[in-house]
Every structure is written in C-alpha cells, then in structure tokens.
C-alpha cells in the first residue's frame, strides 16, 4: 500500500484524555479514532490489526471444531425476561425502543440469543456435543468508559457457547478451550496468565481469566513466585495455618490496647434484605466477592455511615436476625482489640466467639503479598492485568431458566450443560499496544502487524531512490505485506512516523541507492543492517519467520 | 466439514409468514433463523455464503484503491444534527439514550460519521482523491419487515465514501465503482441490472441501483428491448412527441362524453405548504417523485378526501396561491373531459391552457410498457428488481453542512466533493437465493456456495462406503470446501436435504464403492455423471472451474 494514498492521520499532540500508552500511541498513530466517549472507529491501520487477530481466532476456534455463525446486536426483550436478566442487569445494558414500543435490547452477551438458537435443534444426546462462536460487535454502556478500546462502550468480541450431555464433556471442551486461548494469545505475542476468577453475573462455577500482564490493568492478579498458580486478586484463597496462641482469655474491656494485641474490624454489610457483619485483623481487607458467595448472595451492598447507624449494631450485644461472618485470620486472634464506630469506644481483650457471637470462620479476606501461594509452592507476588479472555462452566442456569432440554440415551428429558468462553477482540489489540511500543511509538508483532515491512524513500525527490524504492516495494508486496512511504515529506518526520507506527522492519532506501544498499532497521530491537539489496531477502526472511 | 458436527436446522414444514421462494429456502435449509421481526441470525451455511460474497466485494474494492476501515454502529445525535437529518430521518432511524441520557442513532447509513472522520485530516488537495469504505451492521425500524433478509431491521452493508477536489474526479471514480460493482454482482452469480434511480433523501444528483432481477423484487425497472437503457420506474423519463390535433377549442360544458374525448385527472398534493394540483391524461398514473424533484421539494404528500375538500379547490376558478402542474401528455388534449371530484360533476371540452389555468408542462407520469425508450432506441418493457446496491455523486451536500473543507491549489477553502457508495451485503445472499433455486431447494453459484462439494455416503452404516467417503472428504478437503454427510440418516432423507442446501456437486458413493465407482450429480442442471474414483478429479475440477 502506498502511504501518500491511505488515511493514516498522525497527531503530533498527545491527545488530552488519553491517559495510558497503547490509547495515546493508537490515537497518535492514526490507528484509531474517537467518535464518542467510548466509540472509536478502525482506521484502516487498527482495522488491518484488528483482522489479523481475528484471523487468529478464527484458526485455532476452527481447530477445536467449533463453527461460525453470527447473530444479532439486536435482542428482543423477551429472552431476556426468560432469564431474568433484563431486571438484573443495570444501566450497562443498552435498551430501546422499536417503532412499535417494543423492548430491546443491544448485546453484552448472547447467551439468550444463541440458547434460543439451538433450543429446538439441540433435541437428542446425540447431536451433542456442538460449540458455535461469532465475532461479533457488544454493547455495554459502561459508567466511566475509559483507556481507548479497553473499556468502550462498542467494542468486538469473539464469544463461544458450547453446549454438552453431561459434565464431563463440558469439563473436556473446558480444556480445549483454555488451550485454543492459549495459542490465540501466544500467536498475538501477548504476555499473559490463564488466572482464576469469580463467574460474576455470568453464573456458573469454574471460570479462568486470560490476563495480558500491564502496569495498566485494571485487574489485580496473585501469583506464585514458585509455580504457575495464578488467580484474580478477588479469586486468590488465602491459607491460613492455625495458630491460635495458647493463653487464656481476660475479661473483655474498654480501653486502649498498649500496641501488643492483635486488633479486629468490621464492616457491614446488606445482603438478601439481611444485615451482615464481616469480621477480619485490621490488617486485612475483607474481599466482597469472598463474602458475596460465602452468602450465595446476587449482590451485597456495604452499607453507608447512615445505614449503619439505623441498624443500631451493637457488637456485642448482636440480634439472631444478624448474619455474623468471620475471616479464618480472625480464629488466631485471643485478647484481641476491636474499635466500636457506633459507639466510637475500644475495647481490649475482644475474643470473637465468646464476645462477638462468632461461629463460624471462612476465607473472606484479600490475598497479600508474601503469603503462601494456595498450591502450598512459593509465596504469592501480585501483577496487574488486562483481561483479554474469560472461560465459564455456565452448568444449567441458562438452558433450565430458557427450557433448552435434550432427550438422554434413557429418553429422560434434561436440560443442556452450557460452558461460554470470550475474547476481548478490540481489547487484545489495545493490550498488545500496550505491552508492544516503546518512547518513539508502537511496535507490532509480526503476527499482527499492520504491515511487515515499511520502506522509505529519505527523499522521495531523488529519481534514484524512488526508483529503488518502488522496486523493493513491487518485488516485496508479492510476499509480503508492505507499506511504501512514497510522500514527499521531509526524512526526519517520514523516520519518526514510522517508529510511531511500528511496523516489525523497515528498509531506508537513501544516499546509497546508487550503490544497490539500503538500511533494514528492526523495530524491536533498534538493530540497523546494511545491506545489499541482493542479501535483502535472506535478511528479512530471518527477521520475519523468527 | 462433517454434517453431523455442524448446526443445520433444517426444517420440513414451509415457515407461515415466509412469502418468497429465498426467505422459505434459506430457513428449510437451516441457513439462516429469525431472532425478531427482521432481525436474523446467520447461521454456519448462511454466514460461509455472506463471508464469501464479504470477501468479493473486499477484492473488487481494494483492486480500486479504496481502502477498508470501520466505524461504530452507535453514532452521536450531534452529528446528524450538524446535516439537519436528526429531525428529518423518520421512524426508521432506531434512536437510544446513553445512561446519561445523551442522544445517539443506531447508524442506518455513515455519510456523518465517515465526514467527521476525515473533516479535519483531508484539508488539502494534495491529499486528494480518498476513498475509504466498511463493511458494517446498519440498522433501519422497517414499518414492514419482510421476505427475510431482504428487508430486514438489522443487515450487513458496505458502503464507500469517496472525497474529491473536483467534480471531474469524482465523475471519474463513480465510473471506477460503477465497474466494481458490475463485477462484484458478475461474481457473485447474479443477473442484475444498473439502473437509472432516484437519489432520495441521501441528496446529490446522479445515481444508479444494481437492481437484481427476480419477479419478487420491489422495485419496477423500465428496461429498453433494444439497448442497455434501464431505469428505475420512479425515474424512467417519458419522452412525449407533440401530437396536439389541429382542431378548434369547444366551449366548455358541463356533462358526460361520448367516448370519443381525451380523459384528464387531476391530483392534489401538500408541498412545502402549499396546495399543488397535477393534471394528467386519465390513463396515466402521477410520478410522485417527478413531482416532488420538478417542485425542488423534500417531501409532498397527497391530500386526503377532507383535506382536499378544505381547500374548497375547483379546477375552473383556482387561485393564484395554487401550483397548477400538467404532464406533457395535457399538452396534446384539445377539448378533453374532466370529472370534478369535489361537486361530482362532468365536464367536456376541456381545454388545459384555456380552461384549468395550465401554463407549462414537465414529464409527470410513470412510464408505461411500450413507450419508446428514452434513448431512442426501441420500446420500453417491466421486470422488477431487488436493489442489491446503489452509487450516488454526493457532492457537497455534507461537506457544506458539516463544514469539511480542503484548500485548493490556489490556497482556497472549497467543501469536500463526496460520492458514496452502497451494497446490501445480506440482501445479495438473499437475491442469489432468490435468483438460483428450483423446487428441491437451492443451487448456489460456485463463486458463493456454502461447500463446492457435499459428499453423501448412501449407507452409513456401510463400513466400504464410508471408508471410502471419508477417503474422498480427506482428499478434497486440501482443495475445495467439502461437506460430509456422515449422519446415520436414511439415504432419502440425506438427498432431499443435499437438494435442500444446494452445493454445486454432489458425490454420492452407494452400492458400487466396491468397484471404485461413485455417483456425480450437477445441481444446477440435475446431470448424474457415474465415474471412477481416477477419474473424479478431472470431472470434478472440469464443473467448478467451469
């Protein structure tokens, strides 16, 4: 392609809003353009990306054997009052009306659309198992929709629903998934880990997340220095040995503790239209979605200063309509201390199940650094993340809420076991901008760059060079994909845009045209080789295939 | 592929509300399903077809330099409020909120989104000629959706905008897509005409649809016998001689004729709030859309029976405020007859100029068949068409209102020249359909079948027929799209669905796999060639490549 012909409109200004490199860079580089608070449009260099690891998809998808279909942005309400989902998702879902006051809905997911599909069709054990997937645009009307195509408000997935007899086999297609993500992201040249994670709204049990590692993720991760556990900062179980002191219990008092007790806290919260109060060690935090599915709660809420002070909690004195919740950490505590908000009072020697009605313990606080990784290998360090991916074991909740049944080899009628799998499509192109580019701009793997090869005339005026130019350009575009800066710009802005833009190689043809050599600079590394235009193959067949 | 692994629905009773031939094949054939009234899910065979006839149109837009991007379905209300169409696009337009209750459209069309896209990067000549184009969901609330993907609320489009310095250049690329889109339709297997058209609400002034012919088609075509003449009925120019009889003008009467007079009529139309009345010969039908350009106006409405009588009209005594309109053929009626709706009275000797306050006359009515060809060249005939695409010279109908200006070798600002371009990607699978079936089912063309070839052992349970089915899948596999039916169906059934799904060739291999012999049947001419297993490759590649 030549560049005098394509619409690639640099900005020299670091666009105001952008906050992050692969947002700012996308933007400088002409890849994207904004035209709404999340809603962007592929110019034709994001668009050749965003090809290029569909393509991907598209191939290690096909491999598992699931087929392509696609199905529309467009939902009507009614499978989603099947469901219930319509009440329960909030403002994220984008909703309108038809011409005929008819509700709709615009996509986040389609796993009302795609059970409706096969509902009918997916009758017998025996036309199971079968997994479909579309690449597909989504909507979701996020509050703070930020960092380029991060987290837009329209953006593309590649969602997959597979649909089983019995556990097993969706355990087996679970696998062939993680293993189809797998390569999808090593093919895009992301560095990234398969963590666990908590299904949310989704429903369902097991779940993984495809986690691209960058500074910039909004998602914390917790890893294994010494194995490769990995899990959602949400998600990390937390071990706790037990080492409950061995002394006795003094009576509880109020007062201030002399720096040597172990303190406790407590947060409340409402769940299932209940009070729940969650203790853990002052020094840990209390994770929600711990508390959250200890409760096999929807939703929790912590209540606010004001709510608090209506309930009129006493911790010692707590009623039996009160769920009292405590972390394991808080097993270990004997004569600890405990600051009362209500009463704004402290108390010395608290011990949880004799003063605070505490019964039972679970795991409900946020993993740290340095603790043991739960594999019992190595202590845990965190990385933040960009998720790219997620697998579910959605089990029945869709197909038993949606009638989607199949007759057994028994004849028994039972309902479909689903598992759904996503990729973030416009999102993998931003995190690998985010892991690919450096101070002058972006830099592309191979396996998704929008071109392979840059070549550039230093002065598009001299006969010679363009003549060379446009030789390499001919003779390289039958097997290569090759962008020609044939402008007749000024060398130093045709180098710096073509660092911003970051195609894997690019050939200068300059002053000694004459002599048959030109400079193959790799993007990557900085490397610069002269060479002879007759060693350029060789050269750029290493560079590309390696 | 293997039949059995793949999601084909088909279904043997004829859908109720499908009325033509391709909604009803593509739902019996499991190509499509619908998910909501015009809205439709693509499924595995139907997306392969759209996917192919995507990649045609990629190939023949790219060969033109038009380079592919794409942009955002949700477009702001700001945007078309910049062109003035927020207010004038109907219903049609699907319009949501945001949760901040900001204004967006659902994109019927992109002419705003593609001008702010460029309006501040194309502002010089030098970076003229662009062309960029998308292949993108569009959504229109049809009042009526219907025939499947034909009219439908939510389809795929790829429309091209292009921007020129002048209107010469623009002349020049609209021929360049005129031909790309002549090969476009040529490859996908259609019969199609390009048309003559109307350019409606998108403004500019030349323009012509790619009309795909099927006795089912929406639109009327008038065609030449004897040239390549053809435009649509809307637009079809009638060409009128000047035939007045020399004959004295009677007085005017009241009362019936004897059948030997010229009838006249008249209709009453609202334009741009003001009363306008046409007058036609009494067997020709008003053009609305001759009206409508000849009075400049956006829209015009015709009167209903209590609105005309508001007006208090009579034809003998109107007032200057009303537009007296007539078509050609008033011009040649000397002493007509008229019936006045609104005192239900007869006239004879009814004289245009003389009588109904007729001064000019334009080209108002429908052509009819067998009037002579605008151009000159024979006689008109009908055929109706599906418009499967459309190119339009814009001008500067956007660039004016949205301000996208360049600056021209002289240093001038000038508004952008626009042309755009549109193909109804879904609605061409649905013309072929259309066009390419008989009572079995569908005969797709080579160039967009779902599989070149459907492999049918007669006898699943056939370990020689299936050993060597398998054989030929594997083997053609590495060069054509191939479809096994491995189901454990009844051979019946296996052929009416291998009708039903219309893949060019079918081989079946039956009772003489022994022997190393197969069955080859041509869908599209029904023509059963038996040959050997050595001699397949010859007759095989001899049809498709044919």
Redo the contacts between chains.
Sequence with gaps: ?KQS???I?TLKETPADAEIASHRLLLRAGFI?Q??SG??????L??RV?QKIEKIIREEMNRT?A??????????AELWHETGRWDVYG?EL???K??HNRD?A?GATHEE?IT???R??LNSYKKLP?T?YQIQ?K?R?E?RPRFGLLRG??FIMKDAYSFHADQEDLDKQYQIMYDAYTKVFERCGLEFRAVIADSGAMGGKDTHEFQALASVGEDLIAYSDSSDYAANIEMAEVITADERPNVDMLPLTEGKDNGQRTGLKYVCFKANEKLVVVYVREDDEINDVKVKNVLEADMIEVLSDQERAETGFDPFQSDSETIILADNGVKNVVNGTLHVEETNKDYINVNPERDLGVSVYHDLRFIKEGDPSPDGKGRIKFARGIEVGQIFKLGTKYSESMNAVFLDENGRSRPLIMGCYGIGVSRTLSAVAEQCHDENGLIWPVSVAPFELHIIAVNAKNEEQMTLADRLYEKYSARYEVLLDDRKERAGVKFAESDLIGCPLRITVGKKATDGVVELKVRKTGEVIECSVDELDHVISAHLND
């Excluded at 809603?39 to 034709?44: H, M, R, V």
């Excluded at 087929?67 to 009507?76: D, H, K, T, Y």
Aim: hydrophobic share 40%; no cysteine.
């Design positions: 392609m012909q394509m619409l409109p353009r035209n709404a809603i962007y449009s592929y110019l034709p994001g668009l965003l054997g087929q392509e279909l696609l199905m529309p942005a467009i939902q009507p403002p984008m909703r309108l038809d011409r709709f615009l659309l409706s599909n096969v009918d069709e079968m479909l645009t909507y009307d509050k408000r329209e």
